[in-house]
């Protein structure tokens, strides 16, 4: 199960605090993307990113942010705007390799804000 | 606006027996679907796309304009199906929409 890797898998915050959570991908992808996802609720797109340098807001991207300095790495904060940011996040990347018709995810990263 | 509908959370069914998770949706381009599946302390991965038009794992799903709709069947449920699926929608610029999701459990 390579090619892409969340880190850590759990987290505690501390409620006002910022934290980053990590995705990295060797699989030459093109485009990333985090979701958010909660029960019940399914998956929510957070960012995504389709090139170096470049990304979007996704439904929810209020109280996040991401950068996308390197094509392997896409990371993202959750700053302590972020009302509700306990939950499970999914990093997820797409390329060229599968005619970019196939996302590959994380195996994720669960949050939970003390 | 996109949208993908799951209306089912929750569906149980008895080994051997036919099953259909549901998914309809809202697009105003021609949309492209996937089922994504999540067995069991196991990634989140792509079972099957509708351009594809191939069964995996006994698997089927029809895509059907009319009616929005985009079912996955299977004729003959496996105690191995037992798992959490999406029903995605690939909109512009490589965005997916996901659906809420349907956990299937089947008895043996």
């Known amino acids: 199960d390579g090619g892409i890797t969340q880190s850590p898998k759990y987290l505690f915050r501390k409620e006002g605090q910022n934290v980053t959570l990590s995705c990295e991908q060797n699989?030459?992808?093109?485009?990333m993307y985090w979701y958010r996802q909660d029960p019940g609720q399914g998956l929510r797109l957070i960012y995504y990113s389709q090139i170096v340098n470049d990304f979007q807001k996704g439904d929810i991207a209020e109280g996040y942010s991401v950068s996308r300095e390197k094509k392997e790495s896409f990371p993202l904060t959750v700053t302590s705007a972020q009302k509700n940011p306990t939950a499970f996040y999914l990093c997820?990347?797409?390329?060229?390799?599968?005619?970019?018709?196939?996302?590959?995810f994380g195996p994720g990263t669960r949050l939970t804000v003390l | 606006a996109q949208r993908v509908t799951q209306p089912e959370k929750l569906l149980s069914v008895f080994k051997g027996a036919p099953v259909e998770l549901k998914c309809n949706y809202s697009y105003s381009g021609s949309p492209e679907l996937f089922w994504y599946v999540q067995y069991s302390r196991q990634r989140l991965q792509l079972l099957l796309r509708?351009?594809s038009r191939e069964s995996i794992k006994g698997f089927t799903a029809d895509l059907n304009k009319g009616e929005t709709s985009f079912h996955l069947k299977k004729p003959f449920a496996q105690e191995e199906d037992s798992a959490m699926y999406y029903c995605?929608?690939?909109?512009?610029?490589?965005?997916?929409?996901f659906g809420t999701g349907t956990s299937l459990t089947v008895i043996p």
């Open positions: 997820a990347s797409i390329g060229r390799d599968r005619g970019y018709n196939e996302q590959f």
């Open positions: 509708h351009i």
């Open positions: 699989l030459n992808h093109d485009a």
């Open positions: 995605a929608l690939r909109g512009a610029g490589n965005q997916f929409y």
